[in-house]
């Protein structure tokens, strides 16, 4: 008994001892010199891995950052510059300059601007349903309500709105991870600028139906009347295939458009209520506030 | 008897015929005022439009281009003005360019031979039939409008031993090809001899399942007067008018998966419907400008077969049957199984409309979806062998690559596994959500 003992301990403590010595030097040899910076980069990355860099995974995106030696085309949505800044003073570089951006829903059709005129009752999924028809509604391009968009979302950030059945995006929480646009069969989602104290002006539509057409299915579509296109003072406003389409880059948020707009096409966030001697003023914001928020 | 009946070994599924029209004669419909013919009627490449607005055209006018050899050209089934080539909605609801003519009075080609007569005498030869078939813009009846002419070319290397022509019709209500069959049965003796000699084959069979046994008595009782023309009798199963199945059941041969095609095991496969428009095309002069359509469903007062002009709204259809009914929940362009629900009754008439099915609204709603429970119902009907309660989930998980292994692009989409799931899960949809996205990544590949 004893002796059994004793030779199982020797044996398996030789064992052990060969294959340390022969992992030893495999693991010499086979060793990966990584910069420790990547692991440094990564601490600060919030590790959603939600791949709105255009990388795989945060992993992928702190190697680039590490490999590329400029930050210019590199930019964390969910993180955003305060991140951005981290990682250059890591890195000892200058971050680039990043508009913060934010998921918008180019659809205002609720049920009461734009009449169910059939009922779905296969599977909620706005691919399955876009590829079986047009949608439920008399708009081909409208939302189907299915929430795609809140299923691809990892921030919790797109909701459904009971009363509507359109998507809302949390302005909070949005990171700009552009999943949802990328989910959306119908693509009604767009990244535009946050814009100062989160206020936008843009077209919540995306019909390109002519006027009539497009005014018979839904009480909100752009019918492309022009009369933004012709009100805007900076060019921003395009018609193209009977709808509007507003700049982001060269709209200063003067909100002329919105006021003419005959269906409220056009939307207006987070601006204060309006009084009338405000419609004949010049822009209150400019271009250089857009970009410090 | 029916046990003796020759079918496909795997899968299937038999449901209520409910032929309601098979005893119903082909009528004509009055001429709309209007009609909007789609240029996309055929898979493949649209067809370029050559009129303009206020042309006048006749019936048969060359209208729209095929713009690729898989494309097919397509005629003018009205005489009168075109009034725009406008986008109209198709039968999902997207809109799709169409010709769209006022109609004035029915002035057609003068080349085309409207009489009744037969024509049994073929005086062209393999080249001219084909080249009259593609001119006359012939596409697949049986509901996939597949360019005919591209089936009829066979592919250097490639040898056909057999035709086998589609009778079965397997989808329950339609009756379209049935009716054909009775009423133009020498006419598809003829056109079946046409296409023989444009494949050089020596051989045809034609597949009738055993519900039509009036159509099997009388396509027999002439099939003697042909040489090589056999006619088998099929049991009823369907999907067994699928491509696959049909050159199972009828020879024994098994068509290899996607790409793969007939002529690989040397046969090639066309539907009653498409005979007989090659009929008329080679021996009559005549372009596909109409086609049976059956007007069915349990609530509809007089179900019928209508040979309906390509372009003629639904609506007008249902009317002369006597209106859609009150209690209508959905309509279905195609058959109960395979068909497709439509929103609206204003869209035209295709190549490919072979039924329109009237349901009321205690059969339209969907039964609520609950939990899969692993019977594999849906495995033991699939015809192709797949297991569509695993190929749903990978869908649903968008685990495509997964989906791609378990050989989702063989799906023929005839769902026979949603119509036998106990637990009422749309299997089907997310199949083919999967099937498409898979076929798309293996294009994108290729590229």
């Known amino acids: 008994m004893q002796s059994t003992l004793k030779y199982a301990i020797l ?15 495999i693991a010499q040899k086979f060793k990966v010199i990584e910069d420790p910076r990547i692991d440094d980069v990564e601490q600060v990355l919030p590790l959603a891995n939600c791949g709105g860099c255009g990388y795989p995974g945060c992993r992928n995106f702190a190697e680039a950052c590490v490999n590329k030696h400029d930050l210019a085309c590199l930019y964390c949505p969910v993180g955003g510059p305060a991140t951005m800044q981290k990682i250059a003073k890591i890195l000892g570089l200058e971050a680039g300059e990043q508009i913060p ?7 205002s059709g609720s049920p009461e601007n734009r009449p169910k005129t059939t009922i779905y009752d296969s599977v909620k999924n706005c691919l399955i349903a876009s590829s079986v028809y047009s949608g439920d509604t008399g708009c081909e391009y409208g939302c189907l309500g299915l929430g795609d968009c809140v299923a691809s979302c990892l921030f919790d950030a797109i909701h459904i709105n009971e009363k509507t059945s359109l998507p809302e995006v949390d302005q909070d929480k949005c990171t700009a991870c552009n999943a949802c646009v990328k989910a959306c069969p119908k693509k009604i989602i767009e990244l535009r600028k946050k814009g100062p104290k989160d206020r936008r002006v843009f077209v919540s539509c995306i019909n390109k139906e002519k006027g009539a057409i497009a005014r018979k299915s839904c009480k909100v579509a752009c019918i492309a009347c022009m009369k933004c296109q012709k009100e805007c003072p900076f060019d921003a406003i395009t018609v193209e295939n009977f709808l509007a389409y507003i700049d982001f ?34 822009p209150i914001v400019t271009q250089e506030n857009n970009t410090n928020v | 008897m029916s046990k003796g009946l020759k079918t496909f070994p795997v899968g299937g599924v038999h449901s209520c015929d409910n032929k309601l029209s098979a005893s119903k004669q082909i009528e004509s419909v009055a001429l709309p005022t209007i009609v909007s013919i789609p240029l996309s009627q055929h898979i493949g490449a649209p067809a370029m439009p050559i009129v303009k607005p206020l042309d006048k055209v006749k019936v048969g006018q060359l209208i729209a281009k095929a713009s690729g050899f898989v494309s097919a050209n397509i005629h003018s089934s009205v005489s009168g003005t075109v009034k725009k080539i406008d986008d109209v909605p198709d039968s999902c609801g997207y809109k799709r360019p169409a ?15 409207r009489t009744d007569s037969l024509l049994k005498e073929i005086i062209f030869d393999q080249k001219s039939i084909i080249e009259k078939i593609q ?18 070319s066979v592919p250097k290397g490639k040898t056909c031993e057999y035709l086998l022509i589609n009778g079965v019709e397997c989808e329950p209500y339609l009756t379209s090809d049935h009716r054909l069959m009775l009423e133009k049965t020498e006419e598809i003796f003829v ?20 519900n039509k046994k ?19 009798a099929l049991k009823v199963q369907y999907p067994q008018g699928g491509e696959k199945q049909l050159a199972k059941a009828l020879i024994n041969r098994e068509i290899p998966a996607p790409p793969g095609l007939p002529i690989d095991v040397g046969c090639v496969i066309q539907n009653v419907g498409t005979i007989y428009a090659i009929y008329e095309a080679v021996q009559k002069n005549k372009p596909l400008i109409e086609r049976v359509v059956t007007i069915t469903g349990k609530s509809i007062k007089k179900p019928s077969n209508f040979l309906a002009r390509i372009g003629t709204p639904i609506s007008i259809l249902i009317q002369a049957t006597g209106g859609l009914p009150e209690d209508t929940g959905k309509i279905i362009s195609g058959g109960p199984m395979m068909g497709k629900a439509i929103n609206t ?7 490919g409309t072979s039924g329109i099915l009237v349901l009321p609204e205690e059969l339209s709603n969907r039964k609520n979806a609950n939990n899969c429970i692993l019977c594999a119902k849906c495995v033991s009907v699939c015809p192709l062998g797949l297991e569509p309660y695993l190929l749903s989930k990978l869908s649903l998980k968008s685990l495509f690559d997964k989906a791609e292994n378990e050989q989702v692009v063989n799906c023929i989409e005839c769902g026979c596994c949603s119509y036998n799931c106990p637990a009422k899960i749309p299997l089907l949809d997310f199949i083919r959500l999967a099937k498409t996205t898979v076929m798309k990544n293996i294009r994108n590949r290729v590229k």
Request: charged fraction near 20%; charge should be neutral; include cysteine.
């Open chain 1, 11 to 25: 044996s398996l403590s030789t064992i052990g001892t060969v294959s340390a010595i022969i992992l030893y030097f």
């Open chain 1, 101 to 107: 951006m934010i998921a918008v829903v180019r659809c």
């Open chain 1, 249 to 282: 880059e060269k709209c200063k948020l003067c909100r002329k458009c919105v006021a003419v707009c005959p269906t409220s096409a056009i939307l207006e966030t987070n601006f204060p209520p309006k009084k009338d001697s405000e419609l004949n003023k010049e």
């Open chain 2, 99 to 113: 010709v769209i003519i006022d109609v004035e009075g029915d002035i057609w080609e003068e080349n085309i031979d």
């Open chain 2, 135 to 152: 001119a006359a813009g012939i596409v697949g009846l049986g509901g996939a409008t597949f360019p005919t002419h591209v089936k009829l």
């Open chain 2, 191 to 210: 056109g079946i001899i046409i296409v023989m000699k444009a494949l050089g084959v020596p051989k045809a069979i034609i597949g009738i399942e055993n």
């Open chain 2, 214 to 232: 009036d159509a099997i008595d009388k396509m027999s009782a002439i099939s003697n007067n042909y040489k090589g023309i056999s006619v088998q």
């Open chain 2, 345 to 351: 009754t204003d869209i035209p008439v295709s190549k």
